[in-house]
T-cell receptor, first 111, second 115 residues
Framework: DQQVKQNSPSLSVQEGRISILNCDYT??????FLWYKKYPAEGPTFLIS?????DKNEDGRFTVFLNKSAKHLSLHIVPSQPGDSAVYFC??????????FGTGTRLQVFP | GAVVSQHPSRVICKSGTSVKIECRSL??????MFWYRQFPKQSLMLMAT?????????EQGVEKDKFLINHASLTLSTLTVTSAHPEDSSFYIC???????????FGSGTRLTVV
């Protein structure tokens, strides 16, 4: 049972444009959401997070939006840069410390 | 932020042998550590929660006798893959929760190949 899903396995965006990565979850007990960037054979690198009491959090080029009623969150990267090319995972946690990861989206930013 | 050191980064072992992976929290006392596994092109799947001074909590479908977890101190958790088989070949990552907006810090991972 995949509680956190990223329905787009890949995304290709031109440099300078906006990248939008989506994530859906099923467990209404999740109250903390994070986005990670990952390269092969490396651990995930934290990007940005959002608590369920907010609907938006912004940090530089990265903005995360949370729609609790739809159980949906998204990560916006603008402007996209070639160095952003990686696999992006959303993750969620609830009343335990367990972090549940989504299936990942491979972002490719081309010149 | 906290730093998590994981060792080894890469290991190749023969089928039937055991492999130990270490996860150290260098600047944070972690009562809880998490172990994940990632198969190629798949998500990171939580295997178990390591608790300092007590038994680990395993996720459904993870064999506790095969994946031995020891969390003897606040800075060290080990995962031992016993009697490894080729299907255990995977990328293993540990993590600690540090709180704050960053939440979790991950080790650099261990790529295990069983031949």
């Amino acid at each position: 049972d995949q509680q956190v899903k990223q329905n787009s396995p890949s995304l290709s965006v031109q440099e300078g444009r906006i990248s939008i990565l989506n994530c859906d979850y099923t467990n209404s007990m999740f109250d903390y959401f994070l986005w990670y960037k990952k390269y092969p054979a490396e651990g995930p690198t934290f990007l940005i997070s959002i608590s369920s009491i907010k609907d938006k959090n912004e940090d530089g080029r990265f903005t995360v939006f949370l729609n609790k009623s739809a159980k949906h969150l998204s990560l916006h990267i603008v402007p996209s840069q070639p160095g952003d090319s990686a696999v992006y995972f959303c993750a969620a946690s609830g009343n335990t410390d367990k972090l549940i990861f989504g299936t990942g989206t491979r972002l490719q930013v081309f010149p | 932020g906290a730093v998590v050191s994981q060792h080894p980064s890469r290991v190749i072992c023969k089928s039937g042998t055991s492999v130990k992976i270490e996860c150290r929290s260098l600047d944070f006392q972690a009562t809880t550590m998490f172990w994940y596994r990632q198969f190629p092109k798949q998500s990171l799947m939580l295997m178990a929660t390591s608790n300092e001074g007590s038994k680990a909590t395993y996720e459904q479908g993870v064999e506790k006798d095969k994946f031995l977890i020891n969390h003897a101190s606040l800075t060290l958790s080990t995962l031992t893959v016993t009697s490894a088989h080729p299907e255990d070949s995977s990328f293993y990552i540990c993590s600690i929760r540090i709180g704050g907006t960053g939440g979790y810090t991950f080790g650099s991972g261990t790529r295990l190949t069983v031949v």
